[in-house]
């Protein structure tokens, strides 16, 4: 039996801790002895009225002021989605001592992929009509199917994300000071310690390309999904749990 560790989880863009929806539960089962921290990026969740910075390392610097794991001095494990993700290893690389690895899923780097992949076009009229949107049911409605691939798991969480989108809505402000964030970061050169890269291919949101190109740089082998869409822990959270090495 392997030691217990901690974790700490980082959801993207305009995405705050509830909106990991059942797949925290599931993880908790899965790893029943070890510790989770989940943590909002500034400006989402229960910090919606937190400015988000335009500079990724800024969110580093501004999570490990939040983290108990950083405070007590406890190394932990990183698990991280898109925009989360570019966090999850800048923090790696600019704190290496204080993460054991990082699970990054579904990520994409501006020096190795155009515009076009990191935010698929597909998806621009959907984005539009989101910027207007004041309905938490609507909004949750059209991110999940932009994001996820299967309907069922659609049903199944898109009640708790509209109740928790009611509670802590997001501030447009914010979403377009994360997108400048993520629109400018490049990630490491070198392979910033020790990650497990995943991505999937039925990503419709981010081309899965995104995340092959990254690997290659890297030198490692990424794990890809072979219909998932974007948010692979909502759309297939066992396969996630086992993938998670």
Same mark, same amino acid.
């Given at each position: 039996?392997?030691?217990?560790?901690?974790?700490?989880?980082?959801?993207?863009?305009?995405?705050?801790?509830?909106?990991?929806?059942?797949?925290?539960?599931?993880?908790?089962?899965?790893?029943?002895?070890?510790?989770?921290?989940?943590?909002?990026?500034?400006?989402?969740?229960?910090?919606?009225?937190?400015?988000?910075?335009?500079?990724?390392?800024?969110?580093?610097?501004?999570?490990?002021?939040?983290?108990?794991?950083?405070?007590?001095?406890?190394?932990?494990?990183?698990?991280?989605?898109?925009?989360?993700?570019?966090?999850?290893?800048?923090?790696?690389?600019?704190?290496?001592?204080?993460?054991?690895?990082?699970?990054?899923?579904?990520?994409?780097?501006?020096?190795?992929?155009?515009?076009?992949?990191?935010?698929?076009?597909?998806?621009?009229?959907?984005?539009?009509?989101?910027?207007?949107?004041?309905?938490?049911?609507?909004?949750?409605?059209?991110?999940?199917?932009?994001?996820?691939?299967?309907?069922?798991?659609?049903?199944?969480?898109?009640?708790?994300?509209?109740?928790?989108?009611?509670?802590?809505?997001?501030?447009?402000?914010?979403? +377009?000071?994360?997108?400048?964030?993520?629109?400018?970061?490049?990630?490491?050169?070198?392979?910033?310690?020790?990650?497990?890269? +995943?991505?999937?291919?039925?990503?419709?949101?981010?081309?899965?390309?995104?995340?092959?190109?990254?690997?290659?740089?890297?030198? +490692?082998?990424?794990?890809?999904?072979?219909?998932?869409?974007?948010?692979?822990? +909502?759309?297939?959270?066992?396969?996630?749990?086992?993938?998670?090495?």
């Amino acid at each position: 039996m392997s030691a217990p560790k901690k974790w700490i989880l980082l959801r993207g863009l305009a995405r705050g801790k509830g909106h990991w929806g059942s797949f925290t539960t599931r993880l908790q089962e899965h790893f029943p002895n070890d510790q989770f921290e989940l943590l909002d990026l500034p400006g989402n969740g229960e910090r919606n009225k937190v400015t988000s910075p335009i500079s990724i390392g800024d969110y580093v610097h501004d999570l490990r002021r939040q983290s108990q794991f950083v405070k007590d001095g406890e190394p932990f494990h990183l698990l991280a989605i898109s925009l989360g993700a570019m966090v999850a290893a800048e923090w790696m690389h600019e704190f290496p001592h204080e993460v054991c690895k990082a699970h990054l899923i579904c990520t994409s780097s501006s020096d190795l992929s155009p515009f076009y992949h990191r935010y698929q076009l597909r998806n621009l009229i959907p984005s539009l009509g989101l910027s207007l949107e004041k309905d938490p049911a609507q909004w949750e409605s059209v991110v999940l199917k932009m994001t996820t691939n299967s309907q069922a798991r659609r049903e199944e969480e898109l009640p708790g994300m509209v109740e928790y989108s009611k509670q802590h809505p997001e501030f447009r402000l914010n979403v +377009i000071r994360q997108l400048v964030a993520a629109s400018r970061f490049s990630f490491p050169k070198d392979l910033p310690g020790d990650v497990n890269l +995943i991505g999937s291919f039925g990503d419709r949101l981010v081309s899965p390309a995104c995340t092959l190109k990254l690997a290659e740089r890297w030198g +490692i082998k990424a794990r890809m999904h072979p219909w998932s869409g974007h948010d692979i822990p +909502i759309d297939d959270p066992q396969w996630l749990l086992e993938h998670l090495l």
